[in-house]
Structure formats: structure tokens, C-alpha cells
């Protein structure tokens, strides 16, 4: 089971970071992360609010449904590349995830900001495509909103270390109905537990300042930020 900081601790100089189109992040963390990753990628129309938070991305990747004329003009204008994918299987943050492994594979981890708000279906899609994220890069992928992280937990488990005080809040989403979950330092064990429902795992607590979670499948974990 790998060891880990949880995300918030800071945003990664070395990091690509994948704008989307929900509500534009406004608490110091994520917006950190906008500021000092390495890379920007902005879905579709997302790019106006990268430059409207201060920041001209690297790369606009979607499906171009939500770029007008004037939009297309004025990325060209600012030398920003516009990489269209037409496929309607997938979204515009799945294209951007998929840009970001292929032009900038070497840059780890992925952190996505701006998944969330707006449409709640859009949002509750997009937490769940973590896993199958995770799974094309080894695991080293996030979603910061202004509330907290989503992190997927791939199998066989992880553990969280420095979370900084006893008692912080933790929810733990199951994809499958089938999964089989052990945990340590968590107020209510994960043992035993039948996670047939996507609410069972949720609203449980941090004994100490760190965590496990060992799964037989793909899962995702919530922590709010401090």
C-alpha cells in the first residue's frame, strides 16, 4: 500500500492541471494549484475563465461545441493550441485528460480543478471518471474543488499521512457493490462493511492524523479541506 500527502498540502510545480467548465475555483487551494502547475490545459469553453483567474492555458482541448468564431480567433491570436476532438463517447474533461498523457506524459500528477458546480450531473460524472483516470496514470490524479479533494483509491490501497489534526472529516465512495474494504484510523471501520449503496462509506472520521484504506476495486475518497 503506498504512502501519501494528501492533496492541499500544496499545489505540484511539476503538475498539469485540467481547468473544466463547472464553478470557477475561488479558495486559496485549488487556486494554488491554477497558479504554480506546470501545465494548464482548459476544456472548451473553460478557457475564458482561465483567463478571466489570471492565467493563458497551454492548450484548449474539447469537442469546440462551446467556441465561437470570436473565441477561435482570439485563441489564435494568443498563440494558444486548439486540439479538437469530435468523439461524443466522452466529454470534454475526458479529451483533456486524454491530451494531458499524450502531450505531456511526463509531467505527474494530474489535478483537476473546476469539475463541479453548475450541473450536478455533470459534476457527479466527471467525480466518477477518477477511477478509469487512475487507472491510465498509475494513480497520480485529483479533483480540488473549493470544498475539498476527491482522490481515487486504487486497489490494493493507500494510506494518508499529515492531515494535521485528530477528527477531520472522510468519505469513501464505492463504484462497485461488490467492493471489499478494510480501513485503519477511521472512527467507523471499514471492515465487515456491505458498500452496496454509494452513501454507506460516506461521513466517517480520522482518529489520529493519519489513514488507511485497503479495497479489492477502484474507489474514491472525499476530504474537506481544513
Known amino acids: 500500500m503506498s504512502a501519501t500527502m494528501t492533496s492541499g498540502a500544496g499545489a505540484c510545480r511539476q503538475e498539469t492541471a485540467i481547468l473544466a467548465a463547472g464553478d ?63 468523439e461524443q463517447e466522452t466529454n470534454d474533461l475526458c479529451k483533456a485528460f486524454r491530451h494531458a498523457r499524450t502531450a505531456f506524459a511526463e509531467a505527474t500528477p494530474i489535478v483537476i480543478l473546476g469539475a ?68 485503519e484510523g477511521l472512527a467507523w471501520p471499514l471492515d465487515g462493511v456491505r458498500l452496496d449503496t454509494l452513501w454507506r462509506g460516506t461521513l466517517n472520521r480520522v482518529v489520529g492524523t493519519s489513514f488507511a484504506i485497503r479495497t479489492d476495486l477502484p474507489a474514491i475518497l472525499y476530504l474537506p479541506h481544513e
Open 116 to 183: 463541479t458546480g453548475r450541473r450536478e450531473d455533470h459534476a457527479i460524472g466527471n467525480v466518477f471518471h477518477l477511477p478509469d483516470f487512475a487507472a491510465a496514470c498509475g494513480g497520480n490524479v485529483s479533483m480540488v474543488t473549493d470544498h475539498g479533494t476527491f482522490e481515487p483509491i486504487l486497489p490494493p490501497g493507500r494510506s494518508w499521512k499529515g492531515l494535521g489534526r485528530p477528527g477531520r472529516a472522510v468519505s469513501v465512495f464505492a463504484v462497485s457493490p461488490a467492493t471489499v474494504m478494510s480501513s
Open 24 to 86: 470557477p475555483p475561488g479558495h486559496a487551494i485549488p487556486l494554488a494549484h491554477f497558479r504554480d502547475a506546470a501545465r494548464l490545459i482548459a476544456c472548451d469553453g473553460a478557457w475564458r475563465m482561465s483567463l478571466a483567474l489570471g492565467r493563458v492555458p497551454d492548450a484548449v482541448v474539447g469537442d469546440g461545441d462551446s467556441l465561437a468564431d470570436a473565441d477561435r480567433a482570439e485563441l489564435a491570436r494568443l498563440g494558444v493550441p486548439l486540439v479538437l476532438d469530435r
